[in-house]
Structures are given as structure tokens and as C-alpha cells.
């Protein structure tokens, strides 16, 4: 980037790489940040070192967290019976918002996209297979979005879970298809799990 | 303003754009490939019923901006959803790679309703559960044509000679079709004349009829690999690309 100092050049270099970032906005924000308080710039670089330094992936649900295993698999109020399947993240913290669902999770970290290059090896899922096998989980909710995606991911996990003989469910088909889970509201994602439905054995 | 314009497609792409548009790609019937921005596509009360989902399709109502900038989908209901590809990765990954060559071997403003109306007639049979690897090598077969690099079987390519009518024959695939025995290098790939007629014969099926195509297993491998060969050269792509579609197993 010509014309600026290296410094402002560098900062605006690392700007354009965030999404929905172009070459105009990160002008602006380095300009702004330039105008800032030290405080409040540093204040910004400390949080995004502390987000890189105090984030890991929790080993049971792969869930981002903070502490290993996260708040939610160290909590002995939850249902350790119950495990609901999401995406990403963001899912299970509309899930948490919406508030009624009270067991544990399993975050696969992606869906099945071949044109994106992500496949069943991709994801979490054989860890899932594996914390099924292990015992002591009597259900797992495929909460997935309901697009074609989300649905051959869920259709494909059913498969594998098949002989671990519990019961897999999916939520109600209130999620209106081709919606994703975070951004539907409250009342839609506490009525889909109330009303979920079992996947038969050998139907994947 | 732009008029509104009608026709059919499907969806074969979408990116979320912002926190309630996408970009979407459609293949069309008149216009062919199509790329368009759904405005609230991802709310949930929207013009468009939502997010749009893959291989979506239906009547589309659209406005058409100028070349090099994005149209608009005003109206979109979609009339088949294709809910069988859901059921089991083989067909979804078919559907999948249809979508791929169709996003890389066709462009904008390349339209054709014949090749429309053929994919829409294999997400039919994929979607009701016809065998994923024999209707993909169909589409493949019929694409090339549409492609304009027809495996050809008949004739020599370099002498227009006939061909024996048995055993192996060189092929190269730069020049798209098989050599006699006179003109065959002797270094070039061989493939039995019997696998030549497999690729014909797909070339000429029927979306419908993809189904109940069975190949001999002994030519099986020669026609997938023909096939990929020819695919990777028409749309100069790595193999890898084709290969990692062909991962899941369908036989
Ligand atoms: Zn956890
Ligand atoms: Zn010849």
C-alpha cells in the first residue's frame, strides 16, 4: 500500500482480510484508530491477544471456550443423557438464548460442503461416534441447519450412529427450511426441540 | 426502472452477503448461468421465502441489471426442493458435482434450455435414488457434448480409419478420441474399443433412464476414467478437483 507510512500501510494490510472489509474501509478504520486514545487502541490489540491466547476448542464438545472442558460440559446441572449436534458456535448460543434446552452438545465445526472441500473427515464427527460409543447417551439431537447442507450432514450422522443404538432426533421442521439456526428466534427454536423427531434406525 | 424479467432455474451457489442477503448462483433456463443478489433472503418473511436453498427450483422473477454488475431477484418460489438428495451423501455429492461443472463450464449469458431441462431431469433421478456413480457418468457423458468436446468413439481421430472391433486402442484425450493401430503412439494410454461404446451409449441416455444403465464391470473403470480425463481437459481443472468427488464410494 504506496503512499502511506509503513506502519499504517501494515495495519491496513491485516483490515482487508477480515470479512466485509475492502480496501475503503480499511482505510477509515486505520485513520480512525490512528485518531483514537492510546488507551482505547491498545485496548482493542489486548482483546484480540486475549482472544487469541485465552481461546481453545473444549476436547469433549468442541465448543469454543476458555477453560478445558467448557462451562457447559463442567456444569453437573446439565443432562449429561442428551447431547444436541449443532454447526458451529453460534448455534449453541442461540440454543443457550433461547433457553429450554438443558443438555450437553457436540459442535461439529462446519457441515458437509463437498464444493468448499469439506467432507465427513473434515468435521467432528467421528469424535461424536466415539463420545456415543462410550455410553451413558441416550439421545442425540441433529440440530443442523435445515438446508441441503445441514440435512445431508444430519442424514449422514444418523448413518453413523445407527448401530450405537440410541435415539436420534431431529428438531421440528418449525425452522423453516433453508434457515439457519442463529438467526431464527426464540420462541421458533424452543418450539422445533420440543416437538423433535426421531430419525428411524437405517433410514440415513 | 429495469423491467422484470421471468424464467426458471435452480440454485447451485450462495454466499450470505450480509445479515439478510445472498449472493446466489442460478442456473436458468433462458439465460443460463446467473448470478443475483437476494435481498432479505435470509430473513424470514421475505419475497424470496427465506433462504434459498441449494438446488432450489422454480419460476424466478428477476431484474436484470447491466452486464457486469449483479441483478436482482425480486421473486423466488421454489416449486421442487429435491428433498432425496438429502437422504444419502452419494446423491447429494452427484448433485453437488453437477453443480461444480455446471458453475465452471458454463457462463453468464451461455444459455441453453435443452442442457437446463437435462439437469433438472437428473436431480429428479438422483432424488429418487437411481444409482449415483452410472447417472453421474451419464450427466458427465451429456455435458461434454454440451461442452462441445463429444468423446468421439467411432473413427480414428488422426486417420479417420475404422477401428478394430475388439481389444484395445490407443487414446489420447488433447485430441478427444480414440487411435488406430497405425496411428497409436506407442506410449499412449490404451482403453478397450468396448468402453468407447459405454461413453456413447451414456452420451445418449435419458436423465430417466440414467438408472437402469448397468456397465460391465471390466469396462467400468476405462469409462470413469475416460470420462474424467476428458472433463478435466475440457474445463483445464486438476484432477484432484474431480477426484475428491469420486471419494464417496458408490459402488
Ligand atoms: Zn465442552
Ligand atoms: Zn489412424
Known sequence: ?204 | MAPLRKTQGFCIRRVDFSETSQVVTFYTRSEGLMRLVAKGSRRKKSATQGRIDLFACGEMVYIQKRPGTLNILAEFKPEELFDGLRHSLQQAYSAFYIAALLDRGTHEGQASAACYDFCVGMLETLASGARADVSRMVFEAHFLDELGVVPQVGRCVECSGALPGRGMVGYVVARGGPLCRECAPDDAWRVPVGALGVVEGLRRASPAAAGRISIAPKLRPFVRDILTRCMGHALELEPKMLQYLQEVRCD
Open chain 1, 1 to 204: 500500500m504506496s503512499g502511506y507510512t509503513k506502519s499504517l500501510g501494515n495495519l491496513m494490510e491485516e483490515l482487508v482480510k477480515l470479512p466485509g472489509v475492502g480496501k475503503r474501509s480499511a482505510e477509515r478504520l486505520a485513520f480512525h484508530l490512528l485518531r483514537v486514545s492510546t488507551e482505547d487502541a491498545m485496548a482493542l490489540a489486548r482483546a484480540i491477544r486475549d482472544l487469541k491466547k485465552n481461546t481453545r476448542l473444549c476436547s469433549k464438545c468442541f465448543n469454543i471456550a476458555e477453560s478445558d472442558p467448557c462451562g457447559i460440559c463442567s456444569d453437573s446441572r446439565r443432562d449429561r443423557t442428551i447431547l444436541c449436534v449443532v454447526e458451529q458456535t453460534r448455534d449453541v448460543i442461540a440454543i443457550e438464548e433461547a433457553g429450554t434446552y438443558s443438555g450437553l452438545y457436540h459442535v461439529l465445526q462446519g457441515r458437509i460442503a463437498p464444493l468448499e472441500g469439506i467432507t465427513p473427515e473434515s468435521l467432528t464427527i467421528s469424535q461424536l461416534v466415539d463420545r456415543v460409543k462410550v455410553g451413558g447417551i441416550k439421545e442425540v439431537i441433529l440440530a443442523t441447519n435445515p438446508d441441503m447442507e445441514g440435512d445431508v450432514t444430519a442424514n449422514y450422522i444418523a448413518e453413523q450412529l445407527g448401530p450405537a443404538g440410541v435415539r436420534v432426533t431431529r428438531p421440528a421442521r418449525g425452522l423453516p427450511a433453508g434457515s439457519q439456526v442463529e438467526y431464527v428466534g426464540k420462541k421458533i427454536i424452543s418450539d422445533a426441540f420440543e416437538g423433535r423427531q426421531q430419525i428411524p434406525p437405517g433410514s440415513g
